[in-house]
């Protein structure tokens, strides 16, 4: 491994790093380039004379979303490493909460929990960084970042300028937004809008409403949803835990999909004709004229039960979550995507339903 001068900017980058050592799925080939960003400033100069050279660009926060292929990344690899935040008073018990994307979301939130600022509690236990969460649009537990996000401070690669956007302008939808698939932007910093009392949001979800022994719409002491959440999370192996292989993942592999209501009698009569017509389907209401489906229920009535193997147990589904797909210690890139795709196919042909990847992949494909 050895360092490069990136330019004029004084950035220094290391070559051949591997990336196995930067994704949650502990998965990924090496970096032609790579360059730890501490500073906002740092991350849109690395991007800047990156992008001055014509050079691919992957922008890595946590690595908890992402799929890198066994070959590696042949660009420059800027890893989003700023960190700070701060509290400002809007008065009537709400705050801004503004954030450096950089920040571990988790911390992040826990932090908020301690501060007795109500909001993000239902989002706790996920991994990433803070500056993923408006790209993807995160969300668990009935509450989505769209709810409580102001703005963005970005890198705006096309023009080479900082730009702050407002939630409205980032066509935020379930697990997405204008952010997602394309490398136009780089998010450096996030604000969101909290309530300062020490109670959570309304608990909408209906499984943490039961484990916190409260009705739907409810609210409870923040640290109170966060405990619940995160217990609720690690029943599902959705918590970062080196020891345990159910955590090797990117957390849910596939996103629910949604069926459009003109589509949605063949999927039912499908799934009716495979395991009976007295079987509850869970439906979730998804817009006008469209309905979300399961995509774990799906996984497993197609045959996919927790714990399957893959490439002789390199890869497997999660033991306590059929919607991860986990590196059982062994693995390549390529053994996980087949499982995804044996997993994909499988639905698909089982009920008509073809679910889409919710990480991004990066030099490979389904």
């Known amino acids: 491994m050895t360092s490069l001068p990136l330019g004029a900017d004084g950035i220094v980058a290391r070559s051949a790093v591997p990336l196995s050592g930067y994704t949650t799925l502990r998965l990924g080939g090496p970096a032609a380039k790579f ?197 609720l999370r690690r029943g599902k192996g959705m918590v970062l835990d080196t020891a345990d292989h159910d955590t090797w993942s990117v957390g849910s592999f596939f996103t629910n999909p949604i069926v459009l209501k003109r589509d949605l009698g063949g999927v039912l009569s499908r799934i009716a004709a495979r395991i009976g017509a007295d079987v509850p389907v869970p439906q979730y209401p998804a817009g006008v004229g469209a309905t979300k489906l399961s995509a774990a229920w799906l996984i497993e009535r197609a045959g996919f039960a927790k714990g399957y193997p893959g490439s002789e147990g390199r890869v497997a589904l999660s033991g306590k979550h059929t919607l991860a797909l986990t590196n059982r210690g062994t693995a390549t890139t390529e053994d996980l995507l087949a499982l995804a795709r044996e997993v994909r196919d499988g639905v698909q042909v089982a009920f008509g339903v073809e679910l889409q990847a919710e990480p991004v992949l990066v030099g490979c494909t389904l």
């Open 35 to 231: 360059v730890a960003a501490g500073s906002a400033e740092d991350v849109a100069a690395a991007v800047r004379a990156a992008d001055g050279r014509e050079e691919p660009v992957l922008v890595l926060g946590g690595g908890s979303n992402l799929v890198v292929a066994d070959e590696g990344f042949d660009g420059t690899v800027v890893q989003v490493a700023n960190s700070g935040s701060k509290i400002d008073s809007l008065g009537d018990g709400r705050v801004v909460l503004t954030v450096e994307a950089g920040e571990d979301w988790d911390a992040v939130v826990c932090r908020t929990v301690e501060a007795g600022l109500g909001g993000l509690e239902c989002l706790s236990g996920i991994p990433g960084s803070v500056g993923a969460t408006p790209v993807q649009n995160v969300g668990a537990y009935g509450i989505e970042v769209s709810q409580l996000l102001i703005s963005v401070d970005l890198l705006d690669r096309v023009a080479g300028e900082i730009r702050t956007l407002g939630v409205e302008e980032l066509g935020l939808g379930y697990r997405t937004s204008v952010l997602k698939g394309t490398e136009r932007a780089v998010v450096l910093r996030v604000r969101f809008e909290l309530a300062d009392g020490g109670m959570s949001a309304p608990i909408r979800y209906t499984e943490l409403a039961r484990v916190l022994g409260v009705r739907q719409g409810k609210q409870v002491p923040v640290d109170l949803a966060r405990q619940a959440v995160l217990e």
